[in-house]
Protein backbone atom coordinates (compact mmCIF):
# COMPACT_ATOMS: atom_id res chain seq x y z
CA UNK A 1 0.00 0.00 0.00
CA UNK A 2 2.71 2.37 1.15
CA UNK A 3 4.01 1.56 -2.40
CA UNK A 4 0.44 2.02 -4.15
CA UNK A 5 -0.90 4.95 -2.53
CA UNK A 6 2.05 7.17 -4.14
CA UNK A 7 1.42 5.58 -7.03
CA UNK A 8 -2.45 6.05 -6.65
CA UNK A 9 -2.16 9.86 -5.53
CA UNK A 10 0.05 10.41 -8.51
CA UNK A 11 -3.16 9.07 -10.82
CA UNK A 12 -5.27 11.37 -8.91
CA UNK A 13 -3.42 14.00 -8.73
CA UNK A 14 -2.80 13.69 -12.91
CA UNK A 15 -6.12 13.20 -13.69
CA UNK A 16 -7.53 16.18 -11.38
CA UNK A 17 -5.10 18.40 -13.41
CA UNK A 18 -5.93 17.48 -16.72
CA UNK A 19 -9.83 17.79 -14.96
CA UNK A 20 -8.93 21.05 -13.80
CA UNK A 21 -7.17 22.15 -17.35
CA UNK A 22 -10.26 21.11 -19.24
CA UNK A 23 -12.35 23.62 -17.01
CA UNK A 24 -9.89 26.61 -17.22
CA UNK A 25 -9.94 25.93 -20.97
CA UNK A 26 -13.63 25.59 -21.57
CA UNK A 27 -13.78 28.79 -19.35
CA UNK A 28 -11.75 30.66 -20.97
CA UNK A 29 -13.42 29.59 -24.22
CA UNK A 30 -16.52 30.43 -22.76
CA UNK A 31 -15.29 33.97 -21.61
CA UNK A 32 -13.90 34.86 -25.02
CA UNK A 33 -16.87 34.22 -27.36
CA UNK A 34 -18.67 36.16 -24.49
CA UNK A 35 -16.36 39.54 -25.00
CA UNK A 36 -16.70 38.35 -28.92
CA UNK A 37 -20.11 39.39 -29.17
CA UNK A 38 -20.57 42.28 -26.47
CA UNK A 39 -18.34 43.69 -28.95
CA UNK A 40 -20.23 43.42 -31.71
CA UNK A 41 -23.30 44.52 -29.67
CA UNK A 42 -21.80 47.08 -27.63
CA UNK A 43 -25.33 48.24 -26.13
CA UNK A 44 -24.51 45.37 -23.69
CA UNK A 45 -21.50 46.74 -22.21
CA UNK A 46 -22.90 50.48 -23.02
CA UNK A 47 -23.40 53.38 -21.65
CA UNK A 48 -26.79 52.86 -20.36
CA UNK A 49 -25.81 50.42 -17.86
CA UNK A 50 -23.73 52.88 -16.45
CA UNK A 51 -25.42 55.21 -13.69
CA UNK A 52 -26.19 58.27 -15.26
CA UNK A 53 -24.78 60.68 -12.75
CA UNK A 54 -21.78 59.59 -13.72
CA UNK A 55 -21.89 59.53 -17.10
CA UNK A 56 -22.85 63.15 -17.63
CA UNK A 57 -19.95 63.73 -15.55
CA UNK A 58 -17.87 62.19 -17.83
CA UNK A 59 -19.32 62.91 -20.92
CA UNK A 60 -19.78 66.96 -20.54
CA UNK A 61 -17.68 67.92 -18.02
CA UNK A 62 -19.82 69.94 -16.25
CA UNK A 63 -21.65 71.72 -18.76
CA UNK A 64 -25.36 71.24 -18.24
CA UNK A 65 -26.64 69.75 -21.18
CA UNK A 66 -25.20 66.37 -22.49
CA UNK A 67 -25.02 66.04 -26.53
CA UNK A 68 -25.58 62.84 -27.47
CA UNK A 69 -25.12 61.59 -31.47
CA UNK A 70 -28.58 61.34 -31.60
CA UNK A 71 -29.90 64.51 -30.34
CA UNK A 72 -27.17 66.08 -32.97
CA UNK A 73 -28.40 63.31 -35.85
CA UNK A 74 -29.74 66.47 -38.73
CA UNK A 75 -33.44 65.28 -38.59
CA UNK A 76 -33.18 67.01 -42.35
CA UNK A 77 -34.06 63.27 -43.63
CA UNK A 78 -37.32 65.08 -43.57
CA UNK A 79 -36.40 67.00 -46.21
CA UNK A 80 -36.10 64.12 -48.33
CA UNK A 81 -39.65 63.22 -47.84
CA UNK A 82 -42.18 63.38 -50.64
CA UNK A 83 -43.43 66.36 -51.68
CA UNK A 84 -46.43 65.59 -52.90
CA UNK A 85 -49.28 67.82 -53.89
CA UNK A 86 -50.30 69.55 -50.40
CA UNK A 87 -48.11 67.19 -48.21
CA UNK A 88 -48.87 67.99 -44.66
CA UNK A 89 -45.19 66.79 -43.92
CA UNK A 90 -44.20 70.39 -45.08
CA UNK A 91 -44.38 72.13 -41.47
CA UNK A 92 -41.61 69.06 -40.40
CA UNK A 93 -39.08 70.08 -43.10
CA UNK A 94 -36.20 70.77 -40.98
CA UNK A 95 -36.20 70.47 -36.78
CA UNK A 96 -33.20 70.39 -35.91
CA UNK A 97 -33.04 70.19 -32.35
CA UNK A 98 -35.37 72.69 -31.67
CA UNK A 99 -34.76 72.60 -28.02
CA UNK A 100 -31.01 72.64 -27.99
CA UNK A 101 -29.86 76.17 -27.82
CA UNK A 102 -26.40 76.25 -28.23
CA UNK A 103 -24.76 78.57 -25.40
CA UNK A 104 -22.42 81.27 -26.37
CA UNK A 105 -19.85 83.29 -24.91
CA UNK A 106 -18.95 86.67 -26.63
CA UNK A 107 -16.11 89.01 -26.01
CA UNK A 108 -16.96 92.29 -25.02
CA UNK A 109 -14.14 93.83 -27.56
CA UNK A 110 -14.02 97.00 -27.93
CA UNK A 111 -16.38 99.16 -30.23
CA UNK A 112 -13.59 99.65 -33.30
CA UNK A 113 -14.28 96.23 -33.88
CA UNK A 114 -17.84 95.90 -34.32
CA UNK A 115 -20.53 99.08 -34.12
CA UNK A 116 -17.76 101.29 -34.54
CA UNK A 117 -17.52 100.46 -37.99
CA UNK A 118 -20.74 101.12 -38.30
CA UNK A 119 -20.25 104.65 -37.12
CA UNK A 120 -22.05 104.07 -34.06
CA UNK A 121 -20.82 106.21 -31.58
CA UNK A 122 -20.51 104.89 -27.79
CA UNK A 123 -21.10 107.24 -25.00
CA UNK A 124 -18.54 106.62 -22.00
CA UNK A 125 -16.99 103.21 -22.04
CA UNK A 126 -19.71 101.22 -23.07
CA UNK A 127 -19.23 98.68 -25.47
CA UNK A 128 -22.33 97.92 -26.87
CA UNK A 129 -25.30 99.73 -28.52
CA UNK A 130 -28.34 99.89 -26.86
CA UNK A 131 -30.73 98.11 -28.81
CA UNK A 132 -33.86 98.80 -27.35
CA UNK A 133 -33.59 102.41 -28.17
CA UNK A 134 -32.06 102.44 -31.46
CA UNK A 135 -30.31 99.63 -33.81
CA UNK A 136 -27.22 100.96 -35.47
CA UNK A 137 -28.29 100.38 -39.81
CA UNK A 138 -25.69 98.87 -41.71
CA UNK A 139 -24.47 100.28 -44.86
CA UNK A 140 -26.96 99.08 -47.60
CA UNK A 141 -26.19 97.78 -50.99
CA UNK A 142 -23.90 95.11 -51.80
CA UNK A 143 -21.69 95.27 -48.23
CA UNK A 144 -25.34 93.84 -47.53
CA UNK A 145 -24.25 90.29 -49.15
CA UNK A 146 -21.76 89.69 -46.06
CA UNK A 147 -23.61 91.29 -43.41
CA UNK A 148 -23.88 87.75 -41.31
CA UNK A 149 -21.86 89.48 -39.04
CA UNK A 150 -24.04 92.36 -38.33
CA UNK A 151 -27.15 90.13 -37.94
CA UNK A 152 -25.68 87.10 -35.49
CA UNK A 153 -24.20 89.81 -33.13
CA UNK A 154 -27.70 91.38 -33.04
CA UNK A 155 -28.87 88.22 -32.19
CA UNK A 156 -26.78 87.45 -29.67
CA UNK A 157 -27.04 90.66 -27.88
CA UNK A 158 -30.91 90.16 -27.91
CA UNK A 159 -31.15 86.75 -26.93
CA UNK A 160 -31.54 87.56 -23.23
CA UNK A 161 -34.06 90.02 -23.74
CA UNK A 162 -36.97 88.92 -21.52
CA UNK A 163 -39.52 89.49 -24.26
CA UNK A 164 -37.30 87.59 -26.57
CA UNK A 165 -39.30 85.24 -28.95
CA UNK A 166 -39.91 81.38 -27.80
CA UNK A 167 -37.69 80.27 -30.98
CA UNK A 168 -34.01 80.64 -30.20
CA UNK A 169 -30.58 78.35 -31.66
CA UNK A 170 -28.06 80.93 -29.65
CA UNK A 171 -28.00 82.29 -26.37
CA UNK A 172 -25.66 84.26 -24.86
CA UNK A 173 -23.84 83.26 -21.52
CA UNK A 174 -21.77 85.57 -19.81
CA UNK A 175 -19.48 82.81 -18.25
CA UNK A 176 -17.32 81.16 -20.67
CA UNK A 177 -16.76 78.18 -18.68
CA UNK A 178 -20.72 77.30 -19.52
CA UNK A 179 -20.23 78.04 -22.87
CA UNK A 180 -20.26 75.72 -25.92
CA UNK A 181 -18.29 78.32 -28.16
CA UNK A 182 -16.79 81.53 -27.85
CA UNK A 183 -18.01 84.31 -30.21
CA UNK A 184 -15.41 87.16 -31.49
CA UNK A 185 -17.65 89.67 -32.74
CA UNK A 186 -15.31 91.22 -35.20
CA UNK A 187 -17.30 92.36 -38.43
CA UNK A 188 -14.68 91.49 -40.53
CA UNK A 189 -16.31 91.80 -43.87
CA UNK A 190 -17.13 95.55 -43.64
CA UNK A 191 -13.71 96.54 -41.95
CA UNK A 192 -12.29 95.05 -45.27
CA UNK A 193 -15.06 96.90 -47.43
CA UNK A 194 -14.71 100.11 -45.76
CA UNK A 195 -11.18 101.04 -44.35
CA UNK A 196 -8.98 98.15 -46.99
CA UNK A 197 -7.43 101.26 -48.62
CA UNK A 198 -4.28 102.86 -47.51
CA UNK A 199 -5.05 106.34 -46.27
CA UNK A 200 -2.56 109.09 -47.76
CA UNK A 201 -0.99 109.37 -44.25
CA UNK A 202 -1.48 106.02 -43.11
CA UNK A 203 1.80 103.44 -43.35
CA UNK A 204 -0.88 100.14 -42.67
CA UNK A 205 -4.81 100.22 -43.29
CA UNK A 206 -7.17 100.26 -40.91
CA UNK A 207 -8.35 96.85 -42.15
CA UNK A 208 -4.26 94.95 -41.36
CA UNK A 209 -4.30 97.32 -38.56
CA UNK A 210 -7.79 95.49 -36.62
CA UNK A 211 -6.59 91.81 -37.91
CA UNK A 212 -3.06 92.51 -35.65
CA UNK A 213 -5.17 93.83 -32.91
CA UNK A 214 -7.23 90.50 -32.90
CA UNK A 215 -5.01 88.31 -32.91
CA UNK A 216 -2.97 89.82 -30.29
CA UNK A 217 -6.09 90.23 -27.99
CA UNK A 218 -7.37 86.56 -28.49
CA UNK A 219 -4.14 84.92 -27.93
CA UNK A 220 -3.80 86.49 -24.84
CA UNK A 221 -7.24 86.02 -23.58
CA UNK A 222 -8.19 82.74 -21.12
CA UNK A 223 -10.48 81.57 -23.46
CA UNK A 224 -7.97 81.25 -26.29
CA UNK A 225 -5.30 79.47 -23.89
CA UNK A 226 -8.00 76.84 -22.84
CA UNK A 227 -8.89 75.88 -26.28
CA UNK A 228 -6.43 76.62 -28.67
CA UNK A 229 -9.13 78.84 -30.23
CA UNK A 230 -10.78 75.55 -31.23
CA UNK A 231 -14.20 76.58 -29.70
CA UNK A 232 -13.80 80.03 -31.10
CA UNK A 233 -16.22 81.49 -34.00
CA UNK A 234 -14.37 83.96 -35.74
CA UNK A 235 -16.77 85.23 -39.42
CA UNK A 236 -15.05 86.26 -42.33
CA UNK A 237 -17.81 86.19 -45.04
CA UNK A 238 -15.83 88.14 -47.67
CA UNK A 239 -13.95 86.17 -49.36
CA UNK A 240 -10.92 89.11 -48.81
CA UNK A 241 -12.09 89.70 -45.45
CA UNK A 242 -9.35 88.59 -42.34
CA UNK A 243 -6.82 87.71 -44.77
CA UNK A 244 -3.86 88.31 -42.72
CA UNK A 245 -5.38 87.07 -39.26
CA UNK A 246 -6.94 83.56 -40.82
CA UNK A 247 -3.17 81.96 -41.19
CA UNK A 248 -2.82 82.85 -37.40
CA UNK A 249 -6.38 82.02 -36.30
CA UNK A 250 -6.80 79.32 -38.30
CA UNK A 251 -7.94 76.45 -35.48
CA UNK A 252 -11.33 78.72 -35.13
CA UNK A 253 -14.32 77.82 -36.42
CA UNK A 254 -14.57 80.14 -39.24
CA UNK A 255 -17.95 81.37 -40.96
CA UNK A 256 -17.47 81.66 -44.69
CA UNK A 257 -19.14 81.91 -47.77
CA UNK A 258 -17.04 79.44 -49.65
CA UNK A 259 -13.57 77.94 -49.62
CA UNK A 260 -12.16 79.43 -52.61
CA UNK A 261 -9.34 81.68 -51.66
CA UNK A 262 -8.19 79.25 -48.71
CA UNK A 263 -5.65 77.08 -47.74
CA UNK A 264 -7.21 73.57 -46.88
CA UNK A 265 -5.24 73.70 -43.61
CA UNK A 266 -6.75 76.63 -42.78
CA UNK A 267 -9.89 76.04 -43.87
CA UNK A 268 -12.50 73.06 -44.59
CA UNK A 269 -15.71 71.53 -44.71
CA UNK A 270 -14.82 69.48 -41.20
CA UNK A 271 -14.41 72.39 -39.10
CA UNK A 272 -15.87 75.83 -40.64
CA UNK A 273 -19.26 76.52 -41.15
CA UNK A 274 -20.91 77.83 -44.50
CA UNK A 275 -23.09 80.78 -44.78
CA UNK A 276 -25.22 82.11 -47.40
CA UNK A 277 -25.26 85.62 -48.60
CA UNK A 278 -28.24 87.82 -47.75
CA UNK A 279 -30.04 88.00 -50.86
CA UNK A 280 -29.86 91.87 -52.90
CA UNK A 281 -32.98 90.97 -54.70
CA UNK A 282 -36.52 91.39 -53.82
CA UNK A 283 -38.51 88.82 -52.06
CA UNK A 284 -41.00 87.41 -54.49
CA UNK A 285 -44.06 87.62 -51.98
CA UNK A 286 -47.16 86.12 -52.59
CA UNK A 287 -45.80 84.26 -55.85
CA UNK A 288 -48.62 82.98 -57.69
CA UNK A 289 -46.73 83.40 -61.54
CA UNK A 290 -45.78 79.93 -61.81
CA UNK A 291 -44.45 78.14 -65.02
CA UNK A 292 -46.35 80.12 -68.16
CA UNK A 293 -46.13 83.15 -65.61
CA UNK A 294 -42.49 83.44 -66.22
CA UNK A 295 -41.87 83.87 -69.77
CA UNK A 296 -38.19 83.45 -69.60
CA UNK A 297 -36.90 80.27 -69.87
CA UNK A 298 -32.87 81.34 -68.80
CA UNK A 299 -31.67 84.66 -66.78
CA UNK A 300 -28.45 85.46 -66.24
CA UNK A 301 -26.41 88.50 -65.16
CA UNK A 302 -23.25 89.04 -63.99
CA UNK A 303 -19.87 90.63 -64.71
CA UNK A 304 -17.53 88.97 -67.11
CA UNK A 305 -14.32 88.37 -64.80
CA UNK A 306 -10.77 87.83 -66.42
CA UNK A 307 -10.14 85.03 -64.10
CA UNK A 308 -11.54 81.21 -65.29
CA UNK A 309 -15.05 82.09 -64.56
CA UNK A 310 -15.06 85.14 -67.12
CA UNK A 311 -13.59 81.94 -69.67
CA UNK A 312 -16.95 79.75 -68.96
CA UNK A 313 -19.24 83.03 -69.31
CA UNK A 314 -18.44 84.11 -72.59
CA UNK A 315 -18.45 80.04 -73.77
CA UNK A 316 -21.83 80.24 -72.22
CA UNK A 317 -22.79 83.70 -74.03
CA UNK A 318 -22.04 81.92 -77.34
CA UNK A 319 -23.77 78.74 -76.84
CA UNK A 320 -27.13 80.61 -75.31
CA UNK A 321 -27.12 83.93 -77.40
CA UNK A 322 -29.35 82.91 -80.43
CA UNK A 323 -31.65 81.24 -77.92
CA UNK A 324 -35.07 83.99 -77.55
CA UNK A 325 -35.97 83.06 -74.46
CA UNK A 326 -32.55 83.22 -72.97
CA UNK A 327 -31.61 86.41 -71.00
CA UNK A 328 -28.18 86.94 -70.68
CA UNK A 329 -26.52 90.26 -69.89
CA UNK A 330 -23.27 91.42 -68.66
CA UNK A 331 -22.32 93.66 -65.81
CA UNK A 332 -23.06 93.40 -62.02
CA UNK A 333 -25.93 94.63 -60.39
CA UNK A 334 -25.59 98.06 -59.69
CA UNK A 335 -27.61 99.85 -57.08
CA UNK A 336 -30.30 101.11 -59.45
CA UNK A 337 -30.15 97.72 -61.16
CA UNK A 338 -31.59 95.76 -58.46
CA UNK A 339 -35.13 96.71 -59.37
CA UNK A 340 -34.49 95.54 -63.07
CA UNK A 341 -32.80 92.41 -62.20
CA UNK A 342 -35.65 91.86 -59.47
CA UNK A 343 -38.35 91.72 -62.45
CA UNK A 344 -35.80 89.53 -64.50
CA UNK A 345 -35.24 86.82 -62.07
CA UNK A 346 -38.93 87.04 -60.98
CA UNK A 347 -40.02 86.18 -64.57
CA UNK A 348 -37.45 83.54 -65.19
CA UNK A 349 -38.33 79.84 -65.04
CA UNK A 350 -34.61 78.98 -64.57
CA UNK A 351 -31.50 81.31 -63.26
CA UNK A 352 -28.01 80.31 -64.14
CA UNK A 353 -25.12 81.01 -61.16
CA UNK A 354 -21.52 80.45 -62.61
CA UNK A 355 -18.63 80.49 -61.15
CA UNK A 356 -16.64 83.92 -61.12
CA UNK A 357 -13.83 84.63 -59.44
CA UNK A 358 -14.96 82.99 -56.31
CA UNK A 359 -16.89 79.30 -56.39
CA UNK A 360 -20.19 81.50 -54.42
CA UNK A 361 -21.91 83.99 -55.06
CA UNK A 362 -25.46 85.84 -53.70
CA UNK A 363 -26.71 84.99 -56.99
CA UNK A 364 -27.89 81.88 -55.78
CA UNK A 365 -29.63 83.56 -52.84
CA UNK A 366 -30.94 85.67 -55.10
CA UNK A 367 -32.32 83.02 -57.39
CA UNK A 368 -34.03 81.56 -54.25
CA UNK A 369 -35.72 84.57 -52.89
CA UNK A 370 -36.91 84.97 -56.73
CA UNK A 371 -37.99 80.77 -56.49
CA UNK A 372 -36.42 81.21 -59.79
CA UNK A 373 -34.49 77.69 -59.77
CA UNK A 374 -30.97 77.72 -59.53
CA UNK A 375 -28.93 76.51 -62.42
CA UNK A 376 -25.35 75.65 -60.31
CA UNK A 377 -22.73 75.82 -62.65
CA UNK A 378 -19.69 75.74 -60.02
CA UNK A 379 -17.71 73.18 -59.11
CA UNK A 380 -15.82 74.32 -56.15
CA UNK A 381 -19.11 75.75 -54.62
CA UNK A 382 -20.31 74.51 -50.84
CA UNK A 383 -23.33 75.32 -49.73
CA UNK A 384 -24.58 76.03 -46.34
CA UNK A 385 -26.46 73.59 -44.31
CA UNK A 386 -25.84 70.99 -46.71
CA UNK A 387 -25.47 68.65 -44.45
CA UNK A 388 -29.05 68.74 -43.10
CA UNK A 389 -30.93 70.37 -46.85
CA UNK A 390 -30.88 68.44 -49.95
CA UNK A 391 -30.19 70.73 -52.81
CA UNK A 392 -30.81 68.46 -55.88
CA UNK A 393 -34.56 69.01 -54.88
CA UNK A 394 -34.60 72.86 -56.24
CA UNK A 395 -31.79 73.08 -58.00
CA UNK A 396 -30.10 71.87 -60.74
CA UNK A 397 -26.42 71.09 -60.64
CA UNK A 398 -24.04 71.37 -64.29
CA UNK A 399 -20.35 70.44 -64.52
CA UNK A 400 -18.76 72.92 -65.50
CA UNK A 401 -16.82 70.51 -68.01
CA UNK A 402 -20.55 69.17 -69.16
CA UNK A 403 -21.87 72.95 -69.62
CA UNK A 404 -19.31 74.34 -72.63
CA UNK A 405 -20.39 71.04 -74.68
CA UNK A 406 -22.83 72.23 -77.48
CA UNK A 407 -26.47 72.07 -76.48
CA UNK A 408 -25.78 70.14 -73.17
CA UNK A 409 -27.18 73.19 -71.23
CA UNK A 410 -30.13 74.07 -73.21
CA UNK A 411 -31.37 70.77 -73.73
CA UNK A 412 -31.20 69.99 -70.21
CA UNK A 413 -33.12 72.90 -69.30
CA UNK A 414 -35.47 72.82 -72.01
CA UNK A 415 -36.55 68.77 -70.80
CA UNK A 416 -37.57 70.01 -67.46
CA UNK A 417 -41.43 70.18 -68.08
CA UNK A 418 -44.07 71.99 -66.42
CA UNK A 419 -44.77 69.35 -63.47
CA UNK A 420 -41.30 68.96 -62.26
CA UNK A 421 -40.19 72.49 -62.58
CA UNK A 422 -43.67 73.35 -60.39
CA UNK A 423 -42.41 70.59 -58.09
CA UNK A 424 -38.80 72.47 -57.80
CA UNK A 425 -40.46 76.11 -57.35
CA UNK A 426 -42.88 75.14 -54.64
CA UNK A 427 -39.93 73.45 -52.83
CA UNK A 428 -38.14 77.16 -53.39
CA UNK A 429 -40.90 78.89 -51.34
CA UNK A 430 -40.86 76.35 -48.68
CA UNK A 431 -37.18 76.47 -48.08
CA UNK A 432 -36.48 80.62 -48.38
CA UNK A 433 -36.76 81.41 -45.14
CA UNK A 434 -33.57 79.41 -44.32
CA UNK A 435 -32.21 82.18 -46.48
CA UNK A 436 -33.79 85.15 -44.69
CA UNK A 437 -31.62 87.77 -42.38
CA UNK A 438 -33.15 89.61 -39.58
CA UNK A 439 -33.81 91.20 -36.67
CA UNK A 440 -35.58 90.13 -34.36
CA UNK A 441 -34.50 86.69 -35.99
CA UNK A 442 -37.57 84.29 -36.42
CA UNK A 443 -37.69 80.49 -36.62
CA UNK A 444 -35.79 78.92 -38.89
CA UNK A 445 -34.45 81.98 -40.72
CA UNK A 446 -30.89 82.39 -41.58
CA UNK A 447 -29.65 83.47 -38.62
CA UNK A 448 -30.71 80.18 -36.84
CA UNK A 449 -29.77 78.19 -39.30
CA UNK A 450 -26.10 79.35 -39.08
CA UNK A 451 -26.15 78.40 -35.02
CA UNK A 452 -27.47 75.53 -35.69
CA UNK A 453 -25.03 74.36 -38.04
CA UNK A 454 -22.58 75.54 -35.41
CA UNK A 455 -24.48 73.34 -32.93
CA UNK A 456 -23.77 70.49 -35.15
CA UNK A 457 -20.37 71.29 -34.62
CA UNK A 458 -19.42 71.35 -31.07
CA UNK A 459 -19.43 67.31 -30.69
CA UNK A 460 -16.18 67.42 -32.47
CA UNK A 461 -15.14 70.90 -31.20
CA UNK A 462 -15.05 68.83 -27.82
CA UNK A 463 -13.74 65.36 -29.17
CA UNK A 464 -10.64 67.61 -30.35
CA UNK A 465 -10.55 69.82 -27.02
CA UNK A 466 -10.74 66.91 -24.79
CA UNK A 467 -7.89 64.65 -27.43
CA UNK A 468 -5.76 67.62 -26.55
CA UNK A 469 -6.27 67.42 -23.23
CA UNK A 470 -4.27 64.02 -22.80
CA UNK A 471 -1.07 64.94 -22.05
CA UNK A 472 -1.98 68.18 -20.25
CA UNK A 473 -0.88 66.46 -17.00
CA UNK A 474 2.55 66.09 -17.56
CA UNK A 475 3.08 68.61 -20.75
CA UNK A 476 2.80 72.15 -19.40
CA UNK A 477 0.45 74.54 -20.79
CA UNK A 478 2.98 77.02 -22.07
CA UNK A 479 4.20 73.75 -24.36
CA UNK A 480 0.90 73.81 -25.65
CA UNK A 481 1.19 77.65 -27.52
CA UNK A 482 -2.33 77.65 -28.98
CA UNK A 483 -0.18 79.07 -32.40
CA UNK A 484 1.97 76.47 -32.73
CA UNK A 485 -0.40 73.26 -32.26
CA UNK A 486 1.15 70.48 -34.34
CA UNK A 487 0.20 70.71 -37.82
CA UNK A 488 -1.56 67.13 -38.03
CA UNK A 489 -3.35 68.06 -35.10
CA UNK A 490 -6.52 68.22 -37.21
C1 LIG B 1 -18.32 80.03 -14.16
O1 LIG B 1 -18.77 78.70 -14.30
C2 LIG B 1 -17.94 77.75 -13.66
C3 LIG B 1 -18.44 76.38 -14.04
O2 LIG B 1 -19.84 76.30 -13.96
C4 LIG B 1 -17.92 78.01 -12.18
O3 LIG B 1 -17.08 77.08 -11.54
C5 LIG B 1 -17.44 79.43 -11.93
O4 LIG B 1 -17.51 79.73 -10.56
C6 LIG B 1 -18.26 80.42 -12.70
N1 LIG B 1 -17.65 81.73 -12.59
C7 LIG B 1 -18.33 82.79 -12.19
C8 LIG B 1 -17.57 84.08 -12.16
O5 LIG B 1 -19.50 82.74 -11.91
C1 LIG C 1 -49.54 89.04 -49.69
O1 LIG C 1 -50.75 88.39 -49.34
C2 LIG C 1 -51.23 88.74 -48.06
C3 LIG C 1 -52.49 87.90 -47.79
O2 LIG C 1 -53.24 87.73 -48.92
C4 LIG C 1 -51.51 90.23 -48.00
O3 LIG C 1 -51.96 90.59 -46.73
C5 LIG C 1 -50.23 90.99 -48.32
O4 LIG C 1 -50.48 92.38 -48.37
C6 LIG C 1 -49.66 90.55 -49.64
N1 LIG C 1 -48.37 91.18 -49.84
C7 LIG C 1 -47.95 91.69 -50.98
C8 LIG C 1 -46.62 92.35 -50.98
O5 LIG C 1 -48.61 91.65 -51.98
C1 LIG D 1 -33.60 95.97 -67.62
O1 LIG D 1 -32.64 96.77 -68.30
C2 LIG D 1 -32.42 96.36 -69.65
C3 LIG D 1 -31.31 97.19 -70.26
O2 LIG D 1 -30.79 98.07 -69.34
C4 LIG D 1 -33.70 96.50 -70.44
O3 LIG D 1 -33.47 96.09 -71.78
C5 LIG D 1 -34.78 95.65 -69.80
O4 LIG D 1 -36.01 95.85 -70.48
C6 LIG D 1 -34.94 95.99 -68.34
N1 LIG D 1 -35.84 95.03 -67.76
C7 LIG D 1 -36.81 95.36 -66.96
C8 LIG D 1 -37.65 94.23 -66.47
O5 LIG D 1 -37.03 96.51 -66.63
Not at 233 to 259: C, E, G, Q, T, Y
Request: aromatic residues 12%.
Amino acid sequence: MAERNPYFRGIISRSSLFFLFVIVSFLFIFTWFSVLRSASQPHIIGPSTLPNSKLSAVIDNGNSHPRNQDDMQPSGIAISVNYGEEAPQHQELIKCNPNKVVKVFMYDLPPEFHFGLLEWKPVGDIVWPDLKTKIPDYPGGLNLQHSIEYWLTLDLLSSTFPDSTGARSAVRVHNSSEADVIFVPFFSSLSYNRYSRLQPHEKKNRNVLLQEKLVKFLTAQEEWKRSGGRDHIIMAHHPNSLLDARVKLWPAMFVLSDFGRYPPTVAYLEKDVIAPYKHIIKTFVNDSSGFDGRPTLLYFQGAIYRKDGGYIRQELFYLLKDEKDVHFSFGSVSRDGINNASQGMHSSKFCLNVAGDTPSSNRLFDAIASHCVPVIISDEIELPYEDVLDYSQFCIFVRTSDSVKKNFLIKLIRGIKKEEWTQMWKRLKEIEKFFEFQYPSQEDDAVQMIWQAVARKVPSVRLKLHKSKRLSRHIGKSKRDPITVPKNFW
